[in-house]
């Protein structure tokens, strides 16, 4: 895998009704990366997520990958595709197609997003399939999967787009507790392939284990950020104090 690309986003903000929900966000991520994001619930940190792949269209701001400039205010379609090209999103509640087999779910994604022929999108699918250990699922649709087992086919499917970044909302959120670990495990092996990632979780002691960086978010504001040590251990700020009081 080639994950070369800088990314960087500049400025951007976001308005729902009369609420800011995200006031001026930047940041950079690097090549490899992990970067975790935390914060409280309704901090804007899915709406962050969204508005880097456009899944929410941001009022105003400039996204950087690689040799890709998208700003806000004047995002054609093109834009918004090639940046879809080069991200992927796996989402806390899985978002499968209902009527497509695991391996239809992966396949798509490959021909509507990368446009990659029938043949070629099922060899990589097939591929992912025994990667995530789920080569004896690949005939099955979503109902008859556990979530363990369906959140491992989101993840397969954002790891086949091989993306320049990927995005995890959340990815355990909604997972019965017996699920949870096969998720971070596969997330771990996503990791170690140097995929550049940035992941919404309230998995502390997995977001310390995984991340380069953790950005703490509270009202649509970076707070503040760092290595999980001192964001975790010796953060400055009392709103991350509060937080992680919390939570831990
Ligand atoms: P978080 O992921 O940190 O919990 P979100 O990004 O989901 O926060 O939401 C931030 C705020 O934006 C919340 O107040 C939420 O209600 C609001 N919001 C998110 N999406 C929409 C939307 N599509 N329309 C209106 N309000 C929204
Ligand atoms: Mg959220």
Known sequence: MTHSANISVSGLNKTFGNTQVL???????APGERVVVIGPSGT???TLLRMLNFLDRPDSGKIRMGDLTVTAEKASRTDILALRQRTSFVFQNYALFANKTARENITEALVTVKGQSKADARA???????????????DAYPAALSGG?????????????????MLLDEPTSALDPEWVGEVLDLMRRVAEKQQ???????EMQFAREIA???????GGHIVEQGPPSSILENPQDPRTQAFLRRVI
């Open 149 to 165: 087992q369906q959140q491992r086919v989101g993840i397969g499917r954002a790891l086949a787009l091989d993306a320049d970044l």
């Open 124 to 138: 990589r699918a097939d591929a992912i399939l025994a990667e995530t250990g789920l080569t004896d699922k690949a």
């Open 212 to 218: 380069d960086r953790i950005i703490f978010m509270d």
């Open 196 to 202: 550049t990632m940035l992941i919404v979780t309230h």
């Open 44 to 46: 804007g940190k899915s």
């Open 23 to 29: 006031k001026d966000i930047s940041l950079e991520i």
